[in-house]
Structures are given as C-alpha cells and as structure tokens.
C-alpha cells in the first residue's frame, strides 16, 4: 500500500477505527491493537498493547493479543471493514469446550477472523518457534472449525473476510462508502 493502511481514511474515521467499531458492535467491548508502535494511534482511542515477540509469524499479534485478555478474543486485522457482528457472536457461541474457533474457507483457515482463548499462548509460541503454519496450532489445541457453509448463512459473499492491501481495494471501499454503503 506504501503507508500505514490502518490509518487511511474512510470518511470520517481511519480503517483501523471502521474495524474496531464493528469488532466492538459484535464483542460489546473495545477492542485491543497490537502493534509495533502506539504513537500513530494516538488518536484513535483504542488500547493500543506491543507486540512482545519479534514480527514475521502471523500468529505474533495474536500471542501479543492474548497476554492481555481472560477470556475469549476475537481476533481480526486491522483492515478488514465488512466484519459482520452476527458471524463474530455466532463464532463466539462455539467457544465452549475448546481453545479457537475458526472458519475454513476453500479449504483454507483463516487465522485472523478467529476466536482464540489464552489457553493457546503455549500452543502458539511453540508454533512461532517452530516456524508453523496457523494448522501446525490448530493440531495442538482444542480447535472447532466452521466450515464455508455455514459461515455463509451470515454473510453469502464472505465480505467479513475482504482485506484492504491495494490502492484499488482501497478505491473500492470508497467507491461503496460514497455509494451509501456501509464499511
């Protein structure tokens, strides 16, 4: 994107903000940003914790995350804007008993639009340390999965998984939100 994507403006608010308010619509609480760096979210509002490993596993933010929550977390990037609170609960709702829930699209997992419990930081970080794919994890903890069909029910176009990584998907989102649809 050559800039900070989670800072672009949509409207009124950035992207990271357009995210975390659907992630707060759906959770009824705010959410927390990992990140390298507080000061650019400054702004924002938003409980902003550091990464406590180093980058380059996309589980790192996840593990960053989980030392600061309890209970369940619900774990997305910061620019995917067509989150859908409905699917995010119902996700929620299949956290008994196990330690992620997490949608398989064509056959793919999709690890950040999960929901994880801290009883994955071991898991997690024996994975990071191995140099893993998110399904070397997902054999070590107790994990549900929720298939495309039925992630479909709550959203039929798979939005809620729509990243913004190009000026053109950028364009597009503006494009809707001038359009009157809502990110």
Same mark, same amino acid.
């Given at each position: 994107?050559?800039?900070?994507?989670?800072?672009?403006?949509?409207?009124?608010?950035?992207l990271?903000?357009?995210?975390?308010?659907?992630?707060r619509?759906?959770?009824?609480?705010?959410?927390?940003?990992?990140?390298?760096?507080?000061?650019?979210?400054?702004?924002?509002?938003?409980?902003?914790?550091p990464?406590v490993?180093?980058?380059?596993?996309?589980?790192?933010?996840?593990? %960053? *995350? $989980? #030392?600061?929550?309890?209970g369940?977390?619900? =774990?997305?990037?910061?620019d995917?804007?067509?989150?859908? @609170? &409905? /699917?995010i609960?119902?996700?929620?709702?299949?956290?008994?008993?196990?330690?992620?829930v997490?949608?398989?699209?064509?056959?793919?997992?999709?690890?950040?639009?999960?929901?994880?419990?801290?009883?994955?930081?071991?898991?997690?970080?024996?994975?990071?340390?191995?140099?893993?794919?998110? %399904? *070397? $994890? #997902?054999?070590?903890?107790?994990?549900?999965? =929720?298939?495309?069909?039925?992630?479909?029910?709550?959203? @039929? &176009? /798979?939005?809620?998984?729509?990243?913004?990584?190009?000026?053109?998907?950028?364009?597009?989102?503006?494009?809707?939100?001038?359009?009157?649809?809502?990110?």
């Open positions: 994107m050559g800039r900070n994507k989670a800072l672009l403006p949509v409207g009124d608010r950035t990271v903000e357009v995210v975390a308010a659907r992630v619509q759906a959770c009824g609480e705010a959410p927390i940003l990992v990140t390298g760096s507080a000061e650019p979210y400054a702004r924002t509002g938003l409980r902003c914790v990464d490993l180093p980058p380059g596993h996309p589980l790192v933010g996840v593990y %960053s *995350g $989980l #030392l600061h929550v309890s369940l977390a619900f =774990v997305c990037a910061c995917m804007p067509y989150l859908n @609170p &409905a /699917l609960r119902h996700m929620a709702s299949l956290a008994d008993g196990v330690d992620v997490i949608p398989r699209l064509g056959g793919e997992y999709e690890p950040l639009h999960a929901v994880y419990t801290p009883a994955c930081l071991g898991a997690i970080e024996r994975c990071i340390a191995r140099g893993d794919r998110t %399904s *070397g $994890l #997902l054999a070590s903890v107790r994990a549900r999965v =929720v298939e495309e069909e039925v992630v479909r029910r709550f959203d @039929p &176009a /798979l939005r809620s998984f729509v990243n913004v990584n190009t000026p053109e998907e950028y364009a597009l989102l503006l494009e809707r939100c001038a359009a009157g649809e809502p990110p």
